[in-house]
């Protein structure tokens, strides 16, 4: 090791043999590396695709670093098979053989003519310009190869993920897509004529178009994982896939509630039928009862009861013309509207007649208040008083009188009750807007 070169020290013979076993293994990893890369189905794939955009500038560089990186290879086997023929040419190197392969193994004797590495945009080490010829020593020629291996590897892993992921579940989806749009002909669901078919042309253009962009630019399609610097880290963007594979879940789903109108449309008529005419009856009653108030009792606001609304009556009508017409993308929405209007209906007339009817309903109860303390005032000896008789009979007429003042008998219930409770020596009743001279009592 005295003895030194343009290179350093002049090594010795075990220091070259234990050098060219490194390089021997450095250069079958390479050669297995290149070899895979060469048989890898994404770059067979790209070699035979018709590229555009980001993919095709960046397939046009990974090229010619592909065969740059096979030009470096090259010169990296012939300068390893010269080391090795000086090496073979003794079994004990001279010092001449050992400074030869000193400079070959340490030093910059490995040449590459510039039009090799000026190839179709090839990137240069470092970025530095091309030369006539480059020189590398054989450590820096393997750094060279293992970063254009990467790059090269990265994008080609890259567009094969792609393609393996996206294509093949746009062609999945594109076939749902064609029997949904079958059912949803069968159901009447057409572009134009209902929201659902609009929906279904638009997923089919954007399916056809994002898979042809798929195939020709499979890099505009993937998310580099960051922080990772390993070849292919990252995974296919599927924004537009998934969002339109919502679209047609959406899609089906609408269908579905056309089939399933289809299947129980007449069932769902007949109903709505049955909540449309109980309602017209229990209006009609409403409007019976509205003259039997005004007939029977006096002084009281009796509200106005509304006729049936025609136009439910129209769209009934026509959603029975769409189930005899088939039209079941228009008779699933009418369907729903009206079940719910049917309801609402009902309610409103159920209400009109409660409201009519009340003052009927408080007469009832007055009438039943009554009779149950005249059956208390018997049970307790008091039936043939004669104060209790005379206000029993005074609101008894007031209440099956006709036109009855509710008031006016209230008020007559309620002496009626007090004197009682006067008997009876219970607690008062309370005497709301009873007279001054009816509360003196039996001695007034």
Request: aromatic share 4%.
């Amino acid at each position: 090791m005295g003895v030194t070169g343009p290179t350093g020290p002049v090594m010795d013979r075990d220091e070259v043999d234990r050098a060219l076993a490194r390089l021997g293994a450095e250069h079958e990893a390479i050669e297995t590396s290149l070899l895979a890369l060469q048989d890898h189905a994404g770059r067979r794939l790209l070699e035979g695709a018709e590229l555009t955009g980001v993919t095709q500038e960046r397939w046009t560089a990974t090229e010619a670093s592909i065969t740059l990186l096979w030009t470096y290879f090259d010169a990296y086997t012939d300068a390893l098979r010269s080391a090795r023929d000086i090496r073979s040419r003794r079994r004990w190197s001279s010092r001449e053989d050992l400074a030869e392969l000193t400079e070959l193994l340490n030093g910059d004797a490995v040449t590459v003519a510039g039009s090799a590495t000026a190839t179709a945009n090839a990137p240069t080490l470092h970025g530095s310009p091309t030369k006539l010829s480059e020189r590398y020593s054989l450590t820096t020629l393997v750094d060279r190869m293992n970063e254009l291996y990467a790059t090269s590897l990265d994008m080609v892993v890259a567009a094969d993920a792609v393609w393996s992921a996206l294509p093949a579940r746009i062609d999945l989806l594109a076939a749902e897509l064609q029997r949904t749009r079958r059912l949803a002909h069968s159901v009447g669901v057409r572009p134009g004529e209902h929201p659902a078919g609009d929906d279904l042309e638009r997923i089919t253009r954007i399916l056809t178009k994002l898979r042809e962009q798929v195939v020709s630019d499979p890099l505009a399609f993937w998310v580099a994982a960051e922080g990772s610097s390993a070849p292919g880290g990252g995974r296919p963007d599927t924004t537009v896939y998934d969002r339109e594979a919502r679209a047609l879940d959406d899609v089906r789903r609408e269908i579905d509630a056309v089939l399933t109108v289809r299947q129980d449309a007449e069932k769902r008529i007949v109903k709505l039928r049955d909540l449309l005419s109980r309602a017209d009856r229990t209006l009609a009653e409403a409007r019976t009862a509205r003259g039997e108030v005004l007939a029977k009792i006096a002084a009281t606001e009796v509200p106005v009861v509304s006729g049936p609304p025609t136009v439910l009556q129209e769209q009934l009508a026509a959603a029975a013309e769409y189930r005899r017409q088939a039209q079941w993308h228009r008779l699933s929405p009418l369907l729903e509207s009206l079940e719910q209007k049917a309801e609402d209906e009902l309610l409103r007339a159920r209400e009109s007649l409660t409201a009519v009817t009340a003052p009927l309903a408080v007469r009832a109860e007055l009438r039943g208040r009554l009779d149950a303390y005249k059956a208390k005032v018997a049970r307790h000896g008091f039936a043939e008083d004669t104060l209790l008789v005379e206000r029993y009979e005074k609101a008894r007429r007031m209440l099956w009188s006709a036109p009855c003042d509710l008031r006016a008998a209230e008020q007559a219930v309620l002496r009626y009750q007090h004197a009682a409770a006067e008997l009876f020596g219970g607690p008062r009743v309370p005497e709301q807007g009873v007279p001054e001279d009816d509360r003196r009592g039996p001695g007034a």
